[in-house]
C-alpha cells in the first residue's frame, strides 16, 4: 500500500497536542536555545497552546496516528470601516517535508476555508511564508509594516496636551481598553479577546514595558509599548485616538534622550511619521505584512459599507477564484444609494474581469481601484473605475497583531 492510501484528514484535538507543537517547530524552525532567549521553556509552550486546540478549528492529515500536516484557524473578528466581521485567521500551517508535494495542504487549506464560509467568516487573514503561495490560493497583501529609526537628536520637540502619560503593567485593563476604544474607530484593527491578546503577548520580552496617555477625563487614549537595550528605544507598537495623545507619546519617548541613542520601532499603517518630524531625515523601511481573503463574496458584501450616492450603482464583470466555485463565474454587484451591496451571480454579459485577490486588496482599502486598473488588475471601463473609486473609502487597513 502507498503512503498516501494510508492518510486521514481529521481533526486536531487536545490529545495531540504534543504532535501538534512537534510539527510546529520542526517547519518554523524554533530551537530551544530560540525559547530560552524569550524566556520561553518548551512545556509552556506547550501549555500556552492547549487553548488553541480548544477554540481553533485545527485540520490536519494522519499517518495513522502520526500528525504529519496540518492548518489552525483561529475565530477572530476584524473591524473593515465601520462593521465588525468574523475573520478567521490561519495559521499554524506546516507539512513534513518527507510528505510533502502530494497536495495535501491544498485539501487542508480548501476544507479550512469551507469551514470559514459555513461559520459566517467571509474574511480570512494570514501572516505569509511565501507570499507567492498564498497568492495562488487566493490571498493578496492587504498591510504593510513601516520600521523606522530616529537619532536622538531627531526626536521630536515636546508639546503641550492636555493629559499625562504612566508608566503600567503591560497586561493591565486599561491598556486594553486603549486598545478597543482605538480597534473601534480603526480600518482594519483586530477586536482582541483574550485568545487573541495571548497571541499578540506570546513571543515579547520579559522585559517589555508599557506607557499609556490619558485624557483630562482621565480615559485611556493609547499607549506604547517598548523595551531599551544597549541605548535603542524600541517600540514594539504604538496606538492613539486623536493628535494629543500621539503627542504625549512622542513627548514620553523624547523625555528619553539622555539614555538613549536612537528610537527604532514599526507602523502598521500609512502613517506618515517623517513629516510629521521636524528634522524628516529618517530612515525608513516598508515591508508587506498580513495577507487576506475573501472567503464568499456573497457574505462579504453583505456587511460591506460602500459611500452613499444619489442613484443605484451596478457592475457586472466575470470573478475568478482559484480554489472555490462559489466565487467564480459572472456576478453582478448592485449598490443602494445608501451604501447598501448585494451581489448575485448573474446570466449578463460583460467583458469586465477581476479576480477574488484584486477584490480583496481593493475592497479592504490598500490599493485603489484606478491604480488597480492602471497595472491590469481590473479589466473594465474608466466609468467603472470612476464609480468604484468613489464608492470604496479611502483607508488604507492597519494591523499589528501576529498569530
Known amino acids: 500500500m ?10 486536531v484535538s487536545v490529545k495531540h497536542l504534543e504532535q501538534y507543537n512537534q510539527l510546529l517547530r520542526y517547519v518554523f524552525q524554533v530551537t530551544d536555545r530560540e525559547l530560552h532567549q524569550t524566556g520561553w521553556e518548551d512545556e509552556e509552550i506547550m501549555k500556552t ?3 488553541v486546540l480548544q477554540r481553533a478549528d485545527v485540520l490536519g492529515w494522519f499517518d495513522g496516528d502520526k500528525l504529519i500536516s496540518q492548518v489552525a484557524v483561529y475565530p477572530f473578528q476584524v473591524r473593515i470601516f465601520d462593521r465588525t466581521y468574523d475573520m478567521g485567521g490561519l495559521t499554524g500551517v506546516g507539512t513534513y517535508p518527507e510528505y510533502s508535494n502530494q497536495g495535501l495542504m491544498h485539501k487542508l487549506l480548501y476544507k479550512a476555508l469551507e469551514n470559514m464560509r459555513n461559520k459566517k467568516q467571509s474574511i ?8 507567492p503561495y498564498y ?5 493578496e497583501i492587504v498591510s504593510d509594516r513601516i520600521t523606522y529609526e530616529i537619532n536622538d537628536y531627531q526626536l521630536p520637540k515636546n508639546k503641550q496636551v492636555p493629559g499625562e502619560v504612566e508608566r503600567v503593567d503591560p497586561e493591565s485593563k486599561e491598556l486594553r481598553q486603549a486598545y478597543h476604544r482605538y480597534a473601534m474607530q480603526t480600518h482594519g484593527a483586530m477586536l482582541r479577546d483574550d485568545l487573541a491578546w495571548d497571541e499578540y503577548w506570546r513571543w515579547d520580552l520579559d522585559d517589555l514595558m508599557a506607557a499609556i496617555y490619558y485624557n483630562e477625563k482621565g480615559e485611556p487614549d493609547g499607549y506604547v509599548l517598548y523595551w531599551i537595550s544597549d541605548e535603542v528605544f524600541r517600540i514594539k507598537d504604538m496606538i492613539f485616538v486623536d493628535e494629543a495623545a500621539r503627542s504625549g507619546l512622542w513627548n514620553f519617548i523624547s523625555a528619553h534622550f539622555s539614555m538613549i541613542s536612537k528610537v527604532i520601532g514599526d507602523i502598521y499603517t500609512d502613517e506618515p511619521l517623517a513629516f510629521l518630524l521636524e528634522d524628516a531625515d529618517i530612515k525608513e523601511t516598508i515591508s508587506p505584512y498580513i495577507m487576506a481573503r475573501i472567503v464568499d463574496i456573497e457574505q462579504f458584501i453583505a456587511q460591506y459599507p460602500f459611500k452613499p450616492d444619489t442613484g443605484v450603482r451596478e457592475w457586472t464583470f466575470t470573478l475568478d ?4 466555485s462559489w466565487n467564480q463565474g459572472v456576478f453582478t454587484l448592485s449598490i443602494t444609494p445608501e ?6 451571480h448573474s446570466t449578463r454579459q460583460s467583458g469586465d474581469r477581476i479576480d477574488i485577490q484584486t477584490m480583496t486588496t481593493m475592497l479592504l482599502g490598500y490599493k485603489r481601484p ?3 486598473h492602471k497595472i491590469g488588475r481590473i479589466h473594465c471601463s474608466p466609468e467603472t473605475v470612476d464609480m468604484l473609486e468613489d464608492a470604496i473609502e479611502q483607508q488604507t487597513p ?4 501576529y498569530f
Request: proline share 9%; no cysteine; glycine share 6%.
Open 49 to 51: 497552546k492547549f487553548p
Open 135 to 139: 497568492r495562488r490560493k487566493g490571498w
Open 370 to 372: 484606478d491604480y488597480l
Open 339 to 344: 451604501g447598501q451591496g448585494s451581489i448575485a
Open 321 to 324: 477564484d482559484p480554489m472555490f
Open 398 to 401: 492597519y494591523f499589528s497583531d
Open 2 to 11: 502507498s503512503r498516501r492510501k494510508q492518510l486521514k484528514m481529521k481533526p
Open 124 to 131: 480570512s487573514y494570514l501572516y505569509p511564508y511565501s507570499i
